[in-house]
């Protein structure tokens, strides 16, 4: 990646200590972008970590719970090459105090537009905005009682792209700028588990979400939108199985006439064995023939030991070749 010249990445990281180690080796040095989603906490040492990308203008993390006092070493450092304007922070943490927030965005003194959602704050006055309002009088400040959620942004800031729906939620009218939300996610909160939408919101998602060209969901939620015409505007699909990995019913596949990039994954652990010539065979001439990107997460091909000469030759007539690369037990990833 050291000679990479990416300047956007978004990485999803199952534990922290992954995160960590991607700055270990030599990070791009071009990214200007970066967007880090993280699932859970585990055992590391924090104050030994330097996150060092040096041309960095927009930060965001996402991160499910973590302690306020640990949020700092997850941040880039703060050196005079710097130039970090952008931050977004989303998730649950153990503090709104403003003045700890100011005091902790003070290491950075190009910030000019903030965004934080804290989600699931327990106790919460209303001294708590006030105080936000005197730390920063330039910003916006919202708390919705109804999902225990808080907002601080930038009356500039451009409005977060994408939307994370869990089960908490039960109506949308609390949502701002619908209309700019090009990526739904429609999953736990906690990441692992599907949830139910209630019709009501099913219903509302259809019409005030026209723009959405990304999915993020799992194969039981993909049920519920068969009847409509929801998904035939996506373009980027993932979808996590909680049972029969990577088998996708015909009616469901032909929901989605202008796909272009499938990643599948599973919510469970472990390595999935699935057959080359009918599953993924089946996945790229009679469901998605339109794909340009295939990625299944942790799989062991049964029925071939050349699995990327046998895709090669499914392709032999065209001119352009795919891309492909195996690593059993691991993923196979395909390019057109």
Same mark, same amino acid.
């Given at each position: 990646?050291?000679?990479?010249?990416?300047?956007?990445?978004?990485?999803?990281?199952?534990?922290?200590?992954?995160?960590?180690?991607?700055?270990?080796?030599?990070?791009?040095?071009?990214?200007?972008?970066?967007?880090?989603?993280?699932?859970?906490?585990?055992?590391?040492?924090?104050?030994?970590?330097?996150?060092?990308?040096?041309?960095?203008?927009?930060?965001?993390?996402?991160?499910?719970?973590?302690?306020?006092?640990?949020?700092?070493?997850?941040?880039?450092?703060?050196?005079?090459?710097?130039?970090?304007?952008?931050?977004?922070?989303?998730?649950?943490?153990?503090?709104?105090?403003?003045?700890?927030?100011?005091?902790?965005?003070?290491?950075?003194?190009? &910030? #000019?537009? /903030? =965004? +934080?959602?804290? @989600?699931?704050?327990?106790?919460?006055?209303?001294? *708590? $905005?006030? !105080?936000?309002?005197?730390?920063?009088?330039?910003?916006?400040?919202?708390?919705?009682?109804?999902?225990?959620?808080?907002?601080?942004?930038?009356?500039?800031?451009?409005?977060?792209?994408?939307?994370?729906?869990?089960?908490?939620?039960?109506?949308?009218?609390?949502?701002?700028?619908?209309?700019?939300?090009?990526?739904?996610?429609?999953?736990?909160?906690?990441?692992?588990?599907?949830?139910?939408?209630?019709?009501?919101?099913?219903?509302?998602?259809?019409?005030?979400?026209?723009?959405?060209?990304?999915?993020?969901?799992?194969?039981?939620?993909?049920?519920?939108?068969?009847?409509?015409?929801?998904?035939?505007? &996506? #373009?980027? /699909? =993932? +979808?996590?199985? @909680?049972?029969?990995?990577?088998?996708?019913?015909? *009616? $469901?596949? !032909?929901?989605?006439?202008?796909?272009?990039?499938?990643?599948?994954?599973?919510?469970?652990?472990?390595?999935?064995?699935?057959?080359?010539?009918?599953?993924?065979?089946?996945?790229?001439?009679?469901?998605?023939?339109?794909?340009?990107?295939?990625?299944?997460?942790?799989?062991?091909?049964?029925?071939?030991?050349?699995?990327?000469?046998?895709?090669?030759?499914?392709?032999?007539?065209?001119?352009?070749?795919?891309?492909?690369?195996?690593?059993?037990?691991?993923?196979?990833?395909?390019?057109?």
């Amino acid at each position: 990646m050291s000679t990479s010249i990416l300047v956007h990445v978004s990485i999803i990281f199952p534990k922290l200590s992954e995160y960590f180690h991607v700055f270990d080796c030599q990070f791009p040095i071009h990214i200007e972008k970066l967007y880090v989603s993280i699932f859970s906490i585990d055992k590391i040492d924090y104050h030994q970590s330097m996150i060092c990308v040096p041309n960095l203008i927009d930060f965001q993390l996402e991160i499910c719970q973590i302690p306020f006092d640990l949020i700092e070493y997850l941040l880039p450092s703060n050196n005079k090459n710097n130039y970090f304007k952008r931050f977004a922070f989303i998730g649950q943490t153990t503090t709104i105090n403003a003045k700890s927030w100011k005091i902790l965005l003070n290491k950075y003194h190009f &910030i #000019e537009r /903030l =965004d +934080l959602h804290l @989600s699931d704050i327990k106790h919460f006055q209303l001294s *708590d $905005i006030e !105080e936000w309002k005197s730390e920063f009088p330039m910003y916006s400040i919202d708390y919705n009682s109804f999902n225990n959620s808080f907002r601080i942004h930038s009356s500039k800031f451009d409005i977060l792209e994408r939307l994370s729906l869990n089960e908490r939620i039960e109506n949308l009218n609390h949502i701002e700028y619908v209309n700019k939300i090009n990526h739904l996610i429609i999953r736990s909160q906690y990441w692992c588990s599907y949830i139910d939408l209630s019709l009501n919101i099913r219903n509302d998602l259809l019409k005030r979400f026209n723009h959405i060209k990304r999915l993020t969901t799992t194969y039981r939620q993909l049920e519920y939108f068969l009847q409509t015409k929801f998904l035939n505007q &996506i #373009e980027q /699909l =993932d +979808l996590e199985f @909680s049972e029969k990995y990577c088998l996708i019913q015909y *009616d $469901i596949a !032909e929901q989605f006439i202008h796909l272009k990039s499938l990643f599948l994954s599973s919510i469970y652990d472990g390595i999935h064995q699935i057959n080359l010539h009918s599953t993924i065979k089946e996945i790229l001439f009679k469901k998605f023939s339109n794909l340009i990107y295939l990625y299944i997460d942790a799989i062991r091909i049964l029925d071939d030991e050349h699995v990327e000469n046998s895709i090669s030759q499914w392709y032999s007539s065209q001119l352009n070749q795919p891309s492909i690369h195996y690593i059993q037990g691991k993923s196979l990833s395909i390019w057109f």
